[in-house]
């Protein structure tokens, strides 16, 4: 993850697949639980990355608290993703679109506002980075 960073540069705000605490960071987390758990638990061993996070709750492999951070990222980022794809072409610059497509994705992603949105975005991906920083790389910072 920290070459990707690197290699890549610091990912924006609205690039939810890239940034710290997005997409790609649940995913490396659900990952490294699988790895740990899967030979054990076998159950949990399911191809979709909500599935697999949900599979490692029920089955106690993953704190509640960080399952939880992790679920509501996931969640945020996929929405707000989905959103994007199919409304942007090219790169995202809220400044450059009309006032009524942010509201649009504000409303769908469940948020009452384009300013709420990004606030909950933000708070969900701190929360999801720093269970991944536990459960990947426990006692160490991740840069």
């Known amino acids: 993850r920290l070459r990707m960073a690197r290699e890549r540069g610091q990912a924006g705000r609205w690039d939810v697949k890239n940034r710290r605490g997005g997409i790609i960071d649940v995913e490396f987390a659900v990952q490294a639980l699988l790895l740990l758990h899967g030979a054990r638990a076998p159950g949990v061993l399911v191809a979709s990355t909500r599935r697999a996070l949900d599979a490692l709750d029920a089955a106690g492999h993953v704190d509640g608290s960080d399952a939880q951070a992790l679920r509501r990222s996931f969640d945020l980022c996929s929405a707000v993703q989905a959103v994007l794809r199919t409304a942007i072409d090219?790169?995202?610059?809220?400044?450059?679109?009309?006032?009524?497509?942010?509201?649009?994705?504000?409303?769908?992603?469940?948020?009452?506002?384009?300013?709420?949105?990004?606030?909950?975005?933000?708070?969900?991906?701190?929360?999801?980075?720093?269970?991944?920083?536990?459960?990947?790389a426990p006692g160490a910072a991740a840069g």
């Open 90 to 136: 090219g790169a995202f610059d809220p400044a450059a679109l009309p006032p009524a497509l942010l509201a649009g994705l504000a409303r769908a992603a469940g948020a009452p506002s384009f300013d709420a949105l990004g606030a909950a975005l933000d708070e969900a991906c701190a929360a999801a980075m720093s269970a991944f920083e536990r459960i990947v």
